[in-house]
């Protein structure tokens, strides 16, 4: 064996660490935008928002071993991955639906309550949001309890589109408070980043989620001033919903993405993007595809895990 070969197998492990340090960093470094251009004044993601009935059976997830929609007790939604059945399904499923174009900041009344009555502790993310489009007005008839056979506060989903403007370059990080699951990507030139909490089954119920901490990357995630593509699907199936879309500066403060930096379509009075950005936005699909702090208007942040 000669010196080189000898001094390559003794430090191979130390010298792929570093290799995969090196790509990994440079695979989160930065993100280029669909549109570099001026920004303008926007009024939110389009949201579509389903109310599933309650007794359907129709999930394909698997849980310990068993196809959820063939097991007895197995209805209503058990994974993101359930929301492509939910749109395509119609009235087979769906008891209600409404749209929205607004921030992505929204609860139901099961949360409100617990969050008014201090029953959700001291979490600084944790205040009352708007309502649900597609949940009851009330929870009368919503026993809190997991065998309750029916509840409108329960089994609905969302699915947000529409851009991110960052109006200044620099490095933030992206957040996802929610209750239950969620799937989360932002579109760049040629580059995708994504976080997902897919099933509601030995999930962590209520929590938070950092784009930055998902991929890694320690220093936070470098954006270039422009418009960036969002998708963003949630679901909760029982009990307390919640769902907060986050932005921070790296060494700022956590706060809800105002609806004033979000946008359905790229304003018409600056360049469209060009078509290889489209394409690649179109590939990227409706919805794509850990820890972030929050607090009202000023943060969503410092969660007690």
């Known amino acids: 064996m000669s010196r080189s070969t000898s001094f390559l197998l003794k430090f191979a492990p130390s010298l792929a660490a570093l290799a995969v340090g090196l790509s990994t960093a440079v695979a989160h470094a930065g993100l280029i935008p669909l549109v570099a251009a001026p920004g303008a004044v926007g009024s939110g993601l389009a949201g579509s928002w389903y109310k599933v009935?309650?007794?359907a059976k129709f999930s394909n997830y698997v849980y310990n071993g068993e196809v959820i929609k063939d097991t007895a007790w197995g209805t209503g939604i058990w994974s993101i991955g359930d929301l492509a059945q939910i749109q395509a399904s119609g009235s087979a499923?769906?008891?209600n639906s409404?749209?929205?174009?607004?921030?992505?900041?929204?609860a139901?009344?099961?949360y409100n309550n617990l969050q008014a009555?201090?029953?959700l502790g001291t979490w600084n993310m944790d205040y009352v949001r708007p309502v649900a489009p597609v949940v009851g007005p009330s929870t009368s008839d919503c026993p809190m309890a997991p065998e309750a056979a029916h509840c409108d506060q329960w089994n609905y989903a969302?699915?947000?589109s529409g851009f991110l403007y960052i109006g200044t370059s620099g490095f933030y990080d992206l957040g996802i408070f929610a209750d239950?699951?969620?799937?989360?990507s932002l579109h760049g030139s040629g580059q995708t980043l994504s976080m997902l909490q897919d099933s509601v089954a030995g999930g962590p119920g209520r929590s938070s989620y950092s784009l930055a901490d998902t991929l890694g990357a320690g220093g936070g995630i470098e954006l270039a001033a422009g418009y960036y593509g969002v998708d963003l699907s949630y679901y909760n199936r029982l009990q307390a919903g919640v769902i907060d879309f986050g932005i921070k500066p790296w060494d700022g403060y956590w706060e809800t993405v105002s609806k004033e930096q979000l946008f359905t379509q790229v304003p018409s009075e600056v360049p469209e993007p060009g078509s290889a950005a489209l394409l690649a936005l179109a590939l990227a699909g409706l919805w794509g595809s850990s820890r972030v702090v929050g607090r009202r208007r000023r943060?969503?942040?410092?969660?007690?895990?």
């Not at 239950?180 to 989360?184: E, P, R, V, Y």
């Not at 943060?299 to 007690?304: E, H, Q, R």
Request: cysteine-free.
């Open 53 to 55: 009935d309650d007794s």
């Open 93 to 95: 499923l769906v008891l």
């Open 98 to 106: 409404a749209s929205t174009v607004s921030a992505v900041s929204f």
């Open 108 to 110: 139901n009344d099961v």
């Open 117 to 119: 009555s201090g029953s």
């Open 158 to 160: 969302a699915i947000f």
């Open 180 to 184: 239950d699951g969620f799937s989360f």
């Open 299 to 305: 943060a969503l942040a410092t969660a007690a895990s």
